[in-house]
């Protein structure tokens, strides 16, 4: 199978990741180590990027980086950072990719060019002030009440190059495939899997379908 590549351009080897499998799946264990059976769950299943939810906990960052080594063929990265403390640990822990449901222009600046951050956007006005930071990927959120049509109608007024676009809240496995073809570049998926800290993914046999349909189109 065809994989994802490394290069010395983070923000640049997440993209060229994400264009093999755009999908990506969000866990919020109650910490770290209690994911490591959905997460095996999960790469049997073919998935290649999971996020782990930030938790103010002192055991946090360590255990973040024994999952990071543990699973060298996944793409793993933080979720719901909010605040400076949380990208610190994020990057403490080894993570290469953090994302936040906010724009703030500290997390941006802070991030650097070793930990790619992915801020939240909805409005146009936010999608333009995180382009005009740099910020080479968003996170479209909330999406589902937007449509999916809402990310391709913004390019006109815009202009074209906007950043990618990773389409995430409210959404489910069977909304993959028609928010890529609406002009979204990847989804996530969060509470509608509904994975178990046992390891057990509810409804494991659309994510299993939707793996192997995004395998044959975009790898």
Not at 135 to 143: E, G, N, R, T
Request: proline share 8%; hydrophobic share 50%.
């Amino acid at each position: 199978m065809s994989r994802w590549r490394p290069t010395s351009d983070a923000a640049a080897d997440l993209i060229a990741s994400l264009r093999h499998q755009p999908l990506l799946v969000v866990l919020r264990p109650s910490n770290p180590q209690q994911a490591v059976r959905a997460i095996t769950a999960l790469a049997a299943l073919g998935v290649h990027h999971v996020e782990l939810a930030w938790r103010a906990d002192p055991a946090w960052v360590g255990e973040c980086r024994e999952l990071i080594q543990a699973f060298p063929d996944l793409r793993l990265g933080a979720a719901s950072l909010c605040s400076a403390a949380a990208l610190e640990e994020a990057r403490r822990a080894g993570f290469s990719y953090a994302v936040s449901p906010v724009l703030e222009r500290d997390l941006v600046e802070r991030a650097g060019p070793d930990l790619v951050l992915v801020p939240g956007v909805m409005t146009p006005t936010e999608v333009h002030q995180a382009r005009a930071w740099g910020c080479a990927l968003v996170k479209l959120f909330p999406a589902a009440p937007l449509g999916a049509s809402y990310w391709r109608r913004l390019a006109p007024p815009l202009g074209a190059s906007l950043p990618f676009c990773i389409a995430a809240g409210g959404l489910a496995a069977g909304d993959v495939l028609p928010w890529l073809e609406a002009g979204v570049d990847a989804v996530a998926l969060g509470s509608s899997l509904r994975v178990s800290e046992a390891g057990e993914v509810d409804g494991e046999s659309p994510l299993r379908s939707l793996v192997e349909r995004l395998t044959a189109r975009f790898v």
